[in-house]
């Protein structure tokens, strides 16, 4: 399934239907910690940069067959987020390895319901 076939219904649409985990392994962490960021703060900045504008949602945009069609695009104005409010979470993970943060993705409708645990070591 394609990026622009994971859409939520349109009528009403105000964000897509992605979810997605953010792991940041220790090193990064360190990177954003030093510069002072919260995780509040990470999670703000990269919501931020993932909004995208309604037009390039349009079936055809870019050469990709998927997407809305222009009496389901004319419901939106401006850019949708990429995740839906919970759908977007960060965890911190992994060893010493190096700068290797990852994301797990929703795989379109399967969304991501975290059920988290802290481990000490």
Do not use: C
């Not at 009528?11 to 002072?36: I, K, N, R, W, Y």
């Amino acid at each position: 399934m394609d990026f622009k076939t994971q859409l939520a219904p349109a009528a009403g649409l105000s964000q897509l239907a992605v979810d997605a985990l953010l792991v940041v392994t220790p090193e990064h962490a360190a990177v954003f910690h030093q510069a002072g960021w919260s995780k509040q703060r990470l999670k703000e900045e990269v919501r931020a940069r993932l909004m995208i504008p309604a037009r390039e949602l349009l079936r055809g945009y870019g050469g990709i067959e998927a997407g809305l069609t222009p009496e389901q695009a004319g419901k939106l104005d401006g850019t949708i987020p990429k995740f839906r409010p919970s759908g977007f979470n960060i965890v911190r993970a992994g060893g010493g390895a190096g700068k290797f943060s990852g994301i797990i993705s929703g795989l379109g409708s399967i969304t991501i319901n975290p059920v988290t645990k802290e481990i000490e070591s």
